[in-house]
């Protein structure tokens, strides 16, 4: 094999090492054993032009330009806008990863780009919704419901597909709850599907478990100076449901409870009785008086006598003068 002179390589022109550098190749390739392919690397390095100071590193194709993915955008629609002028809403289809597939309204304006945010909104929206139905409990209060991620998203109307990766990343906020039903129900299958003596059942179990999230969350954005004690009887019922309680005990315990205010309300209530009328009590009674014996041997007519005189009314004078005439 021909002996490979690097000193020589390098002081030869560009062109001249990349001959030389395809020379050695095709020969190290002709006797592969004995070749030093190691200076067959070195000069190939040689014949590869240097690279310039300041040179930027390759371009990286991002979600946002990327051109299998369609564009991102979210913008808010004027209240001002007509349902006349928006037209027909395109329809977005989601797959979460848990293999629900939601088709949501996308409202976007003429001349836009598909308001792909808004949609993913709406989709994330209706997912709770389905849940909550699905979790036994009313779908008016399904925000706290945890949304998975994204797996697919792509437009009905357009044909276009959207980069679930960038999604997920913008729809993290929107995205967050705190009932997990996915892990309600994988923690559910540890009960029994029916019980004959009110025990928690897997249907028990999931529906106790998101009606404390619903209710531990109402009870957070309560405004202040409301009565939250409806909201405390909930959260301790499931509370209780969910360490094993029955029914049937928990109204019990409540009885007891209720029982013992009322008496502790008619024990205060006397207290407070009673305090008030020790501070003000009444006179003592008068059971007996004595009598001066010398007013006793008084005869009336002297009592009355002894009355002061008084003058007699103009009427009484008029009487008198007729008696006299």
């Known amino acids: 094999m021909q002996q490979i002179d690097l000193i020589a390589a390098k002081a030869a022109k560009a062109t001249e090492r990349r001959t030389l550098a395809i020379l050695a190749y095709d020969n190290a390739c002709a006797e592969p054993d004995s070749a030093n392919w190691r200076a067959v690397a070195d000069l190939l390095r040689l014949a590869l032009p240097n690279a310039k100071a300041g040179s930027a590193a390759p371009k990286i194709l991002e979600p946002e330009t990327d051109p299998r993915f369609a564009q991102w955008a979210d913008y808010v629609i004027p209240q001002s806008v007509s349902a006349k002028r928006l ?28 308001n792909i945010g808004r949609g993913l909104r709406v ?124 029914p049937l005990q928990i109204r019990a315990r409540w009885r007891a409870r209720e029982d013992a205010e009322r008496e502790a309300e008619r024990l205060a209530a006397e207290a407070a009785h009673d305090a008030e009328h020790a501070d003000h009590a009444s006179p003592p009674v008068v059971t007996s008086f004595k009598v001066n014996q010398a007013f006793l041997s008084t005869s009336r007519l002297t009592l009355v006598a002894s009355n002061a005189q008084v003058a007699p009314s103009p009427r009484s004078n008029c009487i008198l003068r007729i008696a006299a005439a």
Do not use: H, M
């Open 87 to 114: 037209g027909k809403s395109p329809v977005i289809v989601v797959t979460f990863a848990d293999g629900e597939t939601v088709r949501a309204p996308a409202v976007s304006l003429p001349g836009k780009p598909v």
């Open 123 to 246: 989709a994330i929206a209706f997912y709770q919704c389905r849940i909550a139905t699905r979790c036994g409990g009313n779908s008016d209060y399904s925000a706290c419901i945890t949304v998975p991620e994204f797996v697919t998203v792509t437009c009905e109307t357009t044909e276009t597909e959207y980069d679930a990766a960038q999604c997920n990343a913008k729809s993290a906020k929107w995205r967050r709850g705190t009932f997990d039903a996915s892990a309600a129900i994988a923690e559910s299958a540890s009960y029994p599907d029916e019980t004959e003596d009110g025990a928690l059942t897997r249907a028990d179990f999931v529906k106790a478990s998101y009606r404390l999230a619903v209710s531990r969350l109402r009870l957070a954005e309560l405004p202040e100076g409301a009565d939250a004690r409806p909201l405390q009887y909930q959260i301790e019922e499931c509370e209780l449901r969910l360490a094993g309680w029955t």
